[in-house]
C-alpha cells in the first residue's frame, strides 16, 4: 500500500481543516488507518485510528472531541477533519496503514506503510 497524505496548510486559531490520504493497491480495504503527528522536536504521536470497516474509532485524548476520522474503502481515501484547531495542533500529520487489528495501536513501530507527511500550522 502507498499513501499520499495532503491538505495541510497554515489556519489560525479556532479554524478547520480536513486532511486527506490517498491509497494505492488492491488491499486498502483490508487495513486499519491511522494519523499521526511529529511537532519539532518531538516524538510521533498518536492521533486516531479508523478500523478496516469504518465502524470504530480511536483518538488521542488531545484531540477527542475536536478531530473525526473516516474513510471511503471504495476510493481508497482516509480523512481527519480536524476542528477548533489549536496552535498546540501544530506538526506534521502523517496517515499510516496497520494490517493488523490490535489494542496498542497508539504505537507509530505497529503500522507498516506511511505517507509523507503533510504539515498543519495553527497561528494564535
Request: glycine share 10%; with cysteine; hydrophobic share 35%.
Amino acid at each position: 500500500v502507498q499513501l499520499q497524505a495532503s491538505g495541510g496548510g497554515l489556519v489560525q486559531a479556532g479554524g478547520s481543516l480536513r486532511l486527506s490520504c490517498a491509497a494505492s493497491g488492491r488491499t486498502f480495504s483490508t487495513y486499519a488507518m491511522g494519523w499521526f503527528r511529529q511537532a519539532p522536536g518531538q516524538e510521533r504521536e498518536f492521533v486516531a485510528r479508523i478500523s478496516i470497516g469504518g465502524t470504530t474509532t480511536n483518538y488521542a485524548d488531545s484531540v477527542k472531541g475536536r478531530f473525526t476520522i473516516s474513510r471511503d474503502n471504495a476510493k481508497k481515501m482516509v480523512y481527519l477533519q480536524m476542528n477548533t484547531l489549536k496552535p498546540e495542533d501544530t506538526a506534521v500529520y502523517y496517515c499510516a496503514a496497520d494490517r493488523l487489528t490490535r489494542s496498542d495501536y497508539t504505537y507509530a513501530s505497529r503500522y507498516d506503510y506511511w505517507g509523507q507527511g503533510t504539515l498543519v500550522t495553527v497561528s494564535s
